[in-house]
């Protein structure tokens, strides 16, 4: 992506993730205030941040014993199945934004608290909903997991979102299939969202606005004009629906 934003299309980017920026960066902050997406696409230009997002396929029934046995095997999968589906991220040079090297942006020591949080929520969400087991036959019912967070480490700050709709169901059987009484499942696509925010590079960029605002506002202008241009082709040849 050139700095004239080539590439104009960014994901959505919840706006608590630009008040954090917004609050310690006052310059970066007027721009954002001033044309939010072009700025996002900007500052992306400049390798200072970087957005991903994309959906978990969770399908997962075991027969069990209890409770804390399919816990047990319930977090194991949705950990695996969230770290796969973050991990096909690293190493690809494409979804980074500074193509003279390499960045480990979504190394395992960053996504293992997303993993982590992510794979909890979702069976939390699960005991919440049915504490219980039926004393017979199934109950079926979706959960939705909204989970949120970040962490900051040597200049980076990375931030992970994850929501949407789980069908969970427990079945009693009538008579226990290999010595368990119990069947426990659950299946979706949760979606996810993921953010870097390379804190070096906003800072600098947060000195130059200061001294050269008006500088910054011309490019920005460009870029937002590309934003628009891109819109009214979209319309133009029906590739975004109203």
């Excluded at 090297?101 to 049915?130: C, G, Q, T, V, W």
């Excluded at 962490?151 to 008579?175: A, H, M, P």
């Excluded at 906003?202 to 819109?231: C, F, H, V, W, Y």
Aim: a neutral charge; hydrophobic letters at 35%.
């Amino acid at each position: 992506m050139t700095e004239e934003g080539e590439e104009i299309m960014i994901p959505y980017v919840p706006n608590s993730l630009i008040n954090s920026i917004k609050a310690d960066y006052p310059y970066i902050k007027q721009l954002l205030e001033y044309k939010r997406d072009a700025t996002l696409i900007f500052l992306k230009a400049q390798s200072a941040c970087a957005f991903y997002k994309g959906s978990l396929d969770l399908k997962v029934e075991k027969e069990v014993k209890n409770w804390s046995d399919f816990i047990e095997f319930s977090r194991k999968y949705t950990r695996k199945i969230v770290q796969d589906g973050l991990q096909k991220y690293q190493g690809k040079e494409q979804d980074v934004d500074d193509r003279k090297k390499k960045f480990d942006i979504l190394s395992m020591e960053l996504l293992s608290p997303a993993i982590e949080s992510i794979s909890n929520a979702i069976n939390d969400a699960y005991l919440k909903r049915f504490p219980k087991w039926p004393s017979s036959g199934s109950q079926n019912d979706c959960i939705e997991p909204l989970v949120k967070g970040y962490i900051e480490q040597n200049d980076i700050r990375f931030y992970w979102v994850c929501n949407g709709s789980i069908l969970v169901k427990d079945t009693k059987f009538d008579t226990p299939i290999n010595g368990c009484p119990y069947k426990a499942e659950f299946s979706g696509r949760p979606e996810f969202q993921l953010a870097y925010f390379d804190l070096h590079k906003i800072k600098t960029l947060n000195e130059l606005a200061e001294t050269s605002m008006p500088l910054l506002q011309e490019r920005i202008d460009k870029i937002n004009g590309k934003i628009i241009a891109q819109t009214f082709k979209n319309l133009l040849t029906n590739e975004i629906e109203l």
